[in-house]
């Protein structure tokens, strides 16, 4: 998987990259590496995994051979688009995966169950806006080496490689983000009033602590899901219904 420098993305962002002639080294991960942040994600057979900076397209080759998801690769070196479809060939999962030319910063992601990354801070604060603004709640990121500026991973840790692999360190860290659903704002129904103030997946219901995992949503004696503008759940062992007024 591609980690990009900065700085050439932002000069190559404008411009349409097949009237140009560059050349970028890029770190592939590591196999077990890969296989531990698709573990971390969950990933299943009806995910679809969008690689951002797919690189030689191990990543969603993975995802589909070991993981029996689809997988869409989006990468901005055309011939590296072409060796990740050879590759798939090879691995005999070009069925189920299919890689784009493509900038990360405008590609369509948002099919997406699963995304994942390897690239710079920079990059990834880019698309920080974009997963939270694209992705359905419930899509799960991952993050190799890097994360998110405030936000939160729901999950998080070190794999320690069992072999030397080329630009990696002994360890490498993984993150694991939920996309949360929406659900800042009033909520009524049945008499009753509750203000939810969010941070991400974090949120705080009158000053009461919750939780939000996509569109799963807790505080209190409260366990529910949330569906647009619509909570449904459970308060006290009695059914609840909220509806959010704007």
Known sequence: MRLLALALVLSLHAARADELEWQVPFITTPEEVVERMLELAGTRADDLVVDLGSGDGRIVIIAARKFGARGLGIE????????????????????????????????DISKASVVTVYLLPGLISQLQQRFTGELRPGTRIVSHAFGMTGWTPDRSGMIRLSKAHRG????????????????????????????IEQDYQKIEVDGVSGKLSGNDISWGEFRGRVEGERMSGELGGKPLILVRSR
């Open 76 to 107: 901005l070196d055309q011939r590296l688009v072409e060796k990740s479809r050879d590759n798939a060939r090879a691995a005999g999962v070009a069925d189920r995966v299919s890689f784009v030319q493509g900038d990360v910063l405008t590609a």
């Open 168 to 195: 990696q360190g002994d360890e490498s860290r993984l993150f694991l983000w939920i996309v949360p659903a929406d659900v800042r704002g009033l909520w009524q129904g049945d008499g009753k009033r509750f203000r």
